[in-house]
């Protein structure tokens, strides 16, 4: 079911939990724009990949909330963070597993294509993982690592750029991509984003573009074995000693 919000001839917002209807609004979108005039911005995680760790998909935390709050609250939302992406990083699965070749088509067409995930770390890691799944991001893919130095950094990595994928690492998404945008001297007409955060879709706006963005809740459908209290945190305490471990892979590394 779609959920849609107008703003004058522009679709602004739409709201899915199948990324076939992702499909569907880029090929209405190609019906009035050209291939080239249009840029796909897709976050990573849970939005075209997730955790096989049933205990750390979305709904086993959510039936184990306040377990969860328990476990995490003496850590930081950027070490929960850290957390969950050590999970994805230990074991990745698909969201949807058309997305490969959805993302293959319609790049074949001429749409250039980006990922951009919330982090910044660990850009070959994902880039690996991605491949390994069969996703590959055609926009400025070859062109040299990149550090966008006027931004801030996170647990000491500043928003980069590899292979393809954007690591906002802590900075709203739109600033990364519109700073992207200036330095290859793309000039989109229309910016389809799509990520399964609401807070990210409401701030994503870049003036003097069209903007579709597309909230995808795919990963609350994401198949998920029931885990009892004990396995949900016999898990995360696992998971956290885990991250504790990671050493953050900063680019040029």
Known sequence: MLNLVLCADILKRMETFEM???????????????????LGVFDIDATLIGTKDPACQLPNIKKHRKIFKELTKALSKEEVFLVLIASVLKDSALIDLKTPKFLKDIQAQGVQCVACTGGGLFPKKRYEILSNLGIHFTFDNDAPQFVFEEFESCFGCKPVFYKGILGANNTPKAKVVKSHLKRTGFQPKLIIFVDDRDKEIEKFDIEGVDIITIHYKGALNFPSQNVSEEEFIQAWKQHIEDAKALKPEFIGS
């Open 20 to 38: 076939r209807d992702v499909k569907k609004e880029f090929a209405q979108a190609l019906k009035k724009y050209k291939p080239d005039e249009v």
